[in-house]
């Protein structure tokens, strides 16, 4: 074979490859029209924060850390902040010495930023009192220094099981009430 006859079938082996691969591109990158009208870009968050920390102090005293695995901020439909996998929380006293733990594997902060709302398994840990209450939801008003939660509440503190309606504190979980307080149980552990 010449070297010009050479040239010229290995001219057409790319052209045709190349021809090949935007095919298969083609093909493969088609787009159904009715998906993308279901697509709504919404949906996206503005801003993905992984492994966060967020410090709250006032007049310079440590008042809260809060450890979020992902934090998604979105402003459309409406501004929201969302910590999909949860969240846990360690509340301090004046001094630097902690009060109080919450931990919850869902939590939304809605416009504003002054109510957050915390679900599933919510767990609160009095570290003063060894208190512990399970709740399903809680809400944290932030502007009045509450939480609270309309729904049934379980507290144990020791071999102790206290049930209520609802519960409701400050925000520094020093001033814990369970509403409606019942069903007091003392139980002994079998060795």
């Known amino acids: 074979m010449s070297s010009s006859l050479i040239r010229q079938t290995t001219r057409q082996i790319r052209n045709g490859a ?16 009715e998906k993308l009208k279901d697509f709504e870009p919404h949906e996206l968050p ?13 007049r310079g ?5 809060m450890w979020a695995p992902i934090i998604e901020q ?3 439909p409406e501004s929201k902040t969302i910590y999909r996998e949860g969240i846990f929380a360690r509340f301090f006293d004046g001094y630097n010495k ?29 570290l003063q009192r060894g208190d512990t209450v399970y709740l399903q939801d809680l809400t944290w008003d932030q502007m009045a220094h509450r939480v609270y939660s309309p729904n049934p ?27 409606h307080q019942r069903g007091t149980l003392e139980w002994t552990e079998e060795e």
Not at 61 to 65: A, D, E, H, I, S
Not at 108 to 118: A, F, H, K, N, P
Not at 158 to 166: A, K, L
Request: positive net charge.
């Open 46 to 58: 503005d801003n993905t924060i992984r492994q966060a920390r967020i410090q709250r102090s006032e």
């Open 98 to 126: 902690p009060t109080a733990t919450l931990k919850a594997r869902y939590a939304e902060t809605r416009q504003g930023g002054d109510i957050t709302l915390v679900k599933d398994s919510v767990v609160i840990v009095d």
């Open 74 to 76: 979105y402003s459309k």
């Open 153 to 179: 509440v379980r507290s144990k503190n020791g071999q102790r099981v206290t049930y209520g309606d609802s519960f409701e504190s400050d925000d520094a979980f020093k001033t814990p009430v369970i509403i």
């Open 61 to 65: 005293k440590l008042q809260m850390l």
């Open 18 to 33: 190349l021809a090949l691969f935007l095919i298969c591109c083609i093909a493969a990158c088609g787009n159904d029209i």
